[in-house]
């Protein structure tokens, strides 16, 4: 059972990779994809995590790309950060879910797009 769900996160892990690729090129507001099996971080153009100390009212544009997702029918993870998304689907999402996951992703990231044509 474990050689097969190791198996398995190798085959998702190529899919993810292969997408986020995709997605990250279809979205100027994307400054880097990195990730290994199924936990991935998305990261957009803005302020450095390490200097941005939350001191604005304004909402986070990662918890706006991550509430559209929501409203998409996927959970991505921020963590209160300006920036930084975190795809960690369980290791039995089945490939039908992953495509969801990253559609909904995909779609979320429409409105960072929004925010970076607006800040440039």
Known sequence: V?????????????????????????????????????????????????LWAADTTEVPVASLVSLRALEAGAVIGTSGEQTSLFLAPPLVISNIEAMQLLEALDHGLDIADEHHADAT
């Open 2 to 50: 474990e050689d097969n769900l190791l198996s398995r996160v190798r085959e998702l892990e190529a899919l993810f990779a292969q997408r986020l690729v995709e997605i990250a090129r279809r979205h100027p507001s994307v400054s880097r994809v990195a990730g290994q099996g199924l936990h991935w971080t998305v990261e957009l153009h803005g302020p450095d995590w390490r």
